[in-house]
């Protein structure tokens, strides 16, 4: 059998080039042990020396003083100090003046030591030849240690004379921080002895000063600062303080805030100590204190008790998260060579395994990536998702005391992750596992294959185990539904164990037996499965509903048709292999049907394998019934004896939970009478009923008391108004929203009806207009007084009840509208992205098929990709992020930016205005770097082909027809969504407005659009290849001379050539920007370039005019230079003659159905700087708010040559700048303010004042 490598398979003479390289990959040295051993050993001495001179090996920034990010910067530090031996490395804290040194020149001296071991080791030939002599290595050691020296001593040389010394002696960073802290009075967060202090503290608590200087510190001054804080004297350091500085150093106020906060709280608690100290938790009176008179001692060792519990309950929970990341790794890792194992067995059955295998672990990373994602996690953990690393990160994420981005808590992301490698990969993986074993006639399962499927059980077991612990001990959930959780014993590791392993044997075994059953009854008959699961699932369905009253799930957000539906079939899937007690709790299971369940499913699964026998499992598997009845015998005891070992460990009050009846409005009626203490959701305990029933409203409604109850307790809701409670403003909580939104309107109180009438009232006037929020309170204020008290309460709740009634149908029917428009986004963005695109690829294929056109296919396929990734580069550089950057070089930019567009979950950053000019943006890119380029070259292409006698193929025309169409609906489309912009009819509404409100009229406005553009790109494609084709010199000077005319013209019109915006006015984007602009307008003439400052209507009617007149001349300069005859005149004429037409026909469309105000904005001269003055003068509302200022605001955002004369715009900013830094109108921004420091702005259109501020402000920076 020939190899690969043979030299005949490949030419005659010799091998690939290539292979030599290969072979000499293959014989590259590999690193010896011996050095990897050296460096570890240098690197042990290192840290054991910074060990000795500073005390520990921890690092001094608070943060990174942790253990593994302190050994993390010590390896950091030994590669900086064995490759590039910083100055900075002398400072204490890193290496410090006595190790930096000395160290320095140990390294120096020990390279020719390594260069004999090296050769030595060379001579025992257990490393690959040395071809440098000896001689000549130890002369370039010895070179490169003599320049180090050289270049040291004349640093030394010409130092500063004072700083020489921290280069020798011992310094430590703990004597450092002495010596500042008894000298010096100046520190980054202010001046004296006190904020030098400060800021010291906030180094690593391993480097403080002695406890007893911080004591007598802290002690006689920390009143005095409480009464009145000094600058430094933030939360941040407050907290620093409380959690950093060992008991016996705090001030006793503190001592009693923290006995006082945590006086209730038990070890299984995992609140942070200090994350609700105030700074002015000191201020209350001592007689209000609870631990007013208790002594010192005693707080000092409450304080270090409750500190030993935290430390206990920390190292507890991380070892459960680490093994519960083993686990989960394992489970993955074991799932990836399992599948590699299956493809290794070559037979068509181990392949169907394998794809099966890893296409199940795709698919459950996908669906756990897109639930990150809308969960708005951020795009960091969507990756992480995606490659297996979700786990990691919040693990990470829970050991530093971080969050995710978002709203969601890191234990609550925790939880999350857990179940859905639970639901998604472990239980499906091991079920589908199970089932391949079982089934593999051609080979016994490996020891690996059976390890696997015992992994994931046992995976899935702990995981359950370990979130159900979590979940149990949490405040959250002890503090708010005491009724149901708080079955973990709290104070009693060894029950809290117990409780552990039981949940682990009784989740084990349940799973066990379940896979062994469905197994077996899958094999016999899929169908029988299916159908066996569907009516399980329905039963629980309707065991839900007697048990509840209704299906629909009782969190707000998943009490829809569709979301209750899939929260159904998560519930079922755990009842029927992960029961995790969390679903007895009322809503879910509940504790009646959870036990039910539970007694079911074990009974049943002997029942399932006798089915499965009966209709043929026998023949299909080797196991025999006897041996399945023993597994599930086994299975079953394992399942029963967790049972019993959680029933005799729990906390003896909460057995009940397990199976006694109890439904989500039972328990929501308890609490709503029984409940005084709640936990919020920023972590924080809110005492009283009030606050507790503002959490359960939170609630779905279906699930809420009764309307009288509900009735009564609103009618304190004045009084919460004048009162303002943290419950009732948190937008957290939505209280006002919920109770406005859901609360039925017999149970409102007048104010909330008079309230929802107003609100309407005002929404219905200004729903034309974009007002801030300040205006819209105003508004409603007004609004409010019109409904006085003369209504009874009786007619309020017949207006409201009709108000809401005639709201539901207009929501209804925007849903409708927002679908249909949705849908018609979608396709277009689909059609944008790919039509052409695929048609660019299929031009490519045809052309490279051809004897003489495969060069012109490169040139095809790179104008494809290079429009891709300018689109790409583009996306980058406007801060689109990285999603956008990749998007764009899949070609998918247009759909991604539909999809930010209509989502509430965007999946770039940015506003609502900043996406929609991300569309345009990349429709306008799409137009002049795809369609216009890649027509125009095919067009070139088919005229050669025609000179050449080559037939083209359908493909390209379709190709170059298909472009045309593009340009003309992406132009149109574009224009239209431009034109009816609220934002931009407000901002220029002497501009935009010109598409009628008549749907048909503003049909036919847009298919005059589509025929303009499209028949002006056609004229110029088959006009400039025509003349590129017989000359591209001529062709090219044409162009070059158009061009630079137009700009000389902007240039006369406007008064500069300068792109109008602020950032894009420097030369190089304006002169790139004018190219974009005469592309457009000699091929792609939309409608927004009449915008003065881009065109502006005179140009942009005259430039129409002349490219619908030059094409013909370019047309009969061609058909001169056309010496051989061979371009086909009569069909050249008949087409520029057809497209001519349809430019007419659009252009008379256009102008017939248009608002007929708006036909002069397309001829009529208007520069920018006329437009400018009128939005400076008279425009009194635009989108940045109402009133002059606001419009003169934005135009700062224009370019600084366009504003009005600078003696104006001086004399506004002088007088309204001391009244916008009170009142901070919404554009007052630090980007806006930024925008008059750029060094375009005339210094003269600057008051005095100003400038003098803004140049302190560049001294200081």
Known sequence: MRTAIDPPVHTPCRPLPQLHYLNMYQNMPTPSPVAASWLLVEFVMLTALRAGSEGTFRFQIAGADTFLGSLIIDIVLYVLSIGAPFFLLRFPGYLGPSIYLLWCLYQLAVNPIMIAVGLQLDGRKEQVDIELSEGLLLLAVAVAAFMALVGFAVSIAFMNHGCRKTFLGRLSFRQYLAELWESRTWAPIGKGLDASRADLISFSRFYWPPNDKVKAWLEPNWDGWVAAPPQWFTSSFVQQIAAGAPPEVLPIAVLQDLAEKHSGKGVGQEESSTRQLSIGASTRQPSSRQFATTSRKELVQMEEKRRANRAFTHAKQLGIWAAALVFSYVDLGTTVVVGR?????????????????????????????????????????????????????????????????????????????????????????????????????????????????????????????????????????????????????????????????????????????????????????????????????????????????????????????????????????????????????????????????????????????????????????????????????????????????????????????????????????????????????????????????????????????????????????????????????????????????????????????????????????????????????????????????????????????????????????????????????????????????????????????????????????????????????????????????????????????????????????????????????????????????????????????????ETPTWVQWASVVGAAISVGFVVADTDRGVDTSARRRLDAPSVHGYIPDKTHHALLVSLGTILFVGGMTSSKWVAIATLATTSATAAGSWLVVECAVLLVLRYAVEGSWRFLLHGPDAAVPSVLIHLGLYLGSIAAPFPLLRFPGYLGPSLYCASACYQTIASPLMLLMAFRLDGDGRLPQTELWAVLGGTTGLVLLGANLMGCYMVPEYRKTFYKHKSLKTLIQWMWTERETCAFGEGPDGSRADVVDFAAWTWPPSDQVRAWLEEGWANWEKEEPDWFTDEWKARLRHPRVPREALPPALKRTFDAGEVAK
């Open 341 to 949: 194992e299956y493809l290794s067995m070559g037979t068509a059955q181990g392949r169907h395994a394998a794809h099966m295998t890893f296409g199940m672990l795709g698919v459950s990373l996908g669906i756990q990536t897109m639930a990150t994602h809308w969960t708005g996690q951020g795009t960091l953990a969507s990756l992480a998702t995606m490659t297996g690393g979700k786990m990691l990160l919040d693990t990470f994420h829970i050991m530093t005391g971080r969050n995710p981005a978002g709203d969601v808590t890191s234990g609550t992301a925790l939880v999350g992750t857990r179940f859905m490698l639970v639901v998604l990969d472990s239980l499906p993986q091991s079920a589908a596992q199970m089932f391949l074993v079982a089934g593999l006639d051609d080979a016994n399962p490996s020891a690996l294959m059976l390890c696997s499927i015992v992994g994931c059980v046992l995976s899935i077991a702990f995981l359950v185990a370990t979130t159900e612990l979590d979940i149990d001990l949490s405040k959250h959930y002890r503090t708010n539904l005491g009724t149901v959780h708080g079955y973990y014993v709290e104070n009693s590791a060894t029950m809290q164990g117990l409780v552990l392993v039981g949940t682990v044997f009784f989740v084990m075994g349940y799973l066990g037996a379940k896979l062994i059953s469905l197994a077996i009854l899958t094999h016999a008959n899929f169908y029988v499965a299916v159908g066996w699961c569907s009516v399980e699932a329905l039963g629980l369905l309707a065991m839900r509903y007697f048990a509840e009253g209704t299906w629909r799930h009782h969190i707000k957000g998943l009490s829809g048709v569709v979301p209750s539906l899939m929260v159904h079939v998560v519930v079922y899937m755990g009842m029927l292999a992960t029961p995790f007690p969390f679903l007895r709790f009322p809503g879910w299971a509940g504790p009646s049907v959870w036990a039910s369940c539970i007694a079911y499913s074990l009974a049943i699964n002997p029942v399932m394998a006798y089915v499965g026998f009966t209709l043929g499992a026998d023949r299909i598997i080797a196991v025999k019934l006897a041996t399945v009845q023993i597994l599930l015998v086994l299975a079953t005891a394992i399942s029963v004896t967790g049972m019993a070992m959680m029933g005799l460990a729990m906390e003896p009050s909460r057995r009940h939970t397990f199976y006694k009846h109890f439904s989500m409005r039972s328990l929501l009626d308890e609490l709503w009478d029984t409940r005084e203490l709640t936990h919020m959701v920023d972590g924080s305990c809110t005492a009283g009923t009030d606050a507790s029933r503002a959490d359960l409203i939170t609630l779905t409604s279906d699930y809420w008391v009764s309307i009288d109850r509900l009735r009564t307790w609103l009618t304190k809701w004045d009084e919460w108004e004048i009162e303002q409670p943290s419950w009732f403003t948190d937008p957290d909580i939505d209280f006002q929203a919920r109770v406005v939104n859901h609360v039925p309107e017999e149970a409102l109180p007048p104010t909330v009806l008079r309230k929802i009438l107003s609100e309407s009232q005002v929404l219905s006037r200004t729903s034309a207009k974009i007002l801030s929020e300040s205006q819209v309170l105003s508004r409603t204020s007004a609004a409010e007084r019109e409904y006085g008290t003369e209504l009874d309460t009786a007619t309020l709740v017949l207006m409201v009840k009709e108000l809401r009634q005639e709201l539901k149908a207009r929501k209804q029917k925007r849903r409708r509208k927002m679908a249909m428009a949705a849908t018609k986004a979608y396709a277009l963005a689909i059609a944008i992205s790919y039509t052409d695109l695929l048609g660019d690829v299929a031009v490519s294929l045809s052309l490279y098929q051809g004897k003489t056109t495969r060069n012109e296919s490169y040139v095809v396929i790179g104008i494809t990709v290079f429009s891709q990734v300018i689109q790409a580069i583009a996306s980058f550089a406007c801060g689109h992020g990285l999603v956008a950057t990749f998007v764009a070089l899949a070609g998918l930019k247009p759909l991604l930016n539909e999809y930010n567009a209509l989502s509430d979950r965007p999946l770039t950053r940015g506003t609502a205005i900043d996406h929609d000019n991300a569309k345009t943006e990349t429709r306008l890119m799409l137009v002049l770097f795809q369609s216009l380029p890649q027509g125009f070259y095919q067009c070139l292409v088919l005229l050669q082909m025609v000179g050449r006698d």
